[in-house]
């Protein structure tokens, strides 16, 4: 099955700084690679995914890219604001799968 | 519009008692999913389902059991709590497989002593 390792596990920079979080994955298949953040108390939302067909995504100050071939994708935020505080999940599954296998999760902390 | 809400969102229990926990949603999106959610484990599959009367287990299925009568809830069932599954339990739903946006309820938050 699928294994998804994420990197850090914790992070803290300063507001402004950008924030790159990493995470590989071990099944070839993958081709969906979703982003969840979770806020204090609350359950994870997705806040921006990719599909094995584009390199990178953005979405404002969000952005996304996929290494294929190196079986790895990172989550980039610049310009981070205080809001960003939260924990982020990868996650990885391919079109045919009914399940997503999720990472361990980065605690971010944005110092102001 | 509720969305997914979850039942209770606190409890504390005891080793060796049965506890529920529910999962209802208003939305009639076809997959269901329960996650636990540990410290350095992140999220990990409990079970789900893919409609009403079928489920399947995820990676984690040992000591829960699941059901789903109607589209719309999804209990978890510890049959037989141990201190192990202190966590807090995520459900989910999503309108097709995987690659749909899983949405995600408030979470319960169990104790077991």
């Known amino acids: 099955g699928e294994n998804v390792e994420q990197h850090p596990s914790t992070l803290s920079v300063q507001e402004g700084d950008s924030a790159v979080i990493k995470c590989t994955y071990s099944?070839?298949?993958?081709?969906?690679f979703p982003w969840y953040k979770q806020e204090l108390g609350k359950g994870p939302q997705l806040i921006i995914d990719i599909r094995s067909n584009v390199g990178e995504k953005k979405d404002q100050r969000i952005a996304v890219t996929l290494n294929k071939t190196a079986k790895h994708f990172s989550l980039h935020i610049t310009e981070t604001q205080p809001e960003d505080s939260a924990v982020y999940f990868c996650?990885?599954?391919?079109?045919?799968?009914?399940?997503?296998?999720f990472g361990t999760g980065t605690r971010l902390t944005i110092i102001p | 519009d509720a969305g997914i809400t979850q039942s209770p969102r606190y409890k504390i229990t005891e080793t060796g008692r049965q506890v529920t926990l529910m999962c209802h949603q208003t939305w009639s999106h076809s997959y269901m999913f329960w996650y636990r959610q540990d410290l350095g484990h992140g999220l990990r599959l409990i079970y789900y389902?893919?409609?009403?009367?079928?489920?399947d287990k995820g990676e984690v299925p040992d000591g829960y059991v699941v059901s789903r009568s109607k589209t719309e809830n999804f209990p978890l069932t510890l049959e037989s709590a141990t201190r192990s599954q202190t966590s807090v339990y995520f459900c989910?739903?999503?309108?097709?497989?995987?690659?749909?946006?899983?949405?995600f309820g408030p979470g319960t938050r169990l104790t077991v002593l």
């Open positions: 099944d070839s298949a993958s081709n969906y």
């Open positions: 996650a990885a599954s391919n079109f045919g799968n009914e399940k997503l296998t």
């Open positions: 389902s893919a409609a009403a009367d079928i489920t």
């Open positions: 989910a739903t999503s309108l097709g497989r995987s690659t749909d946006t899983q949405y």
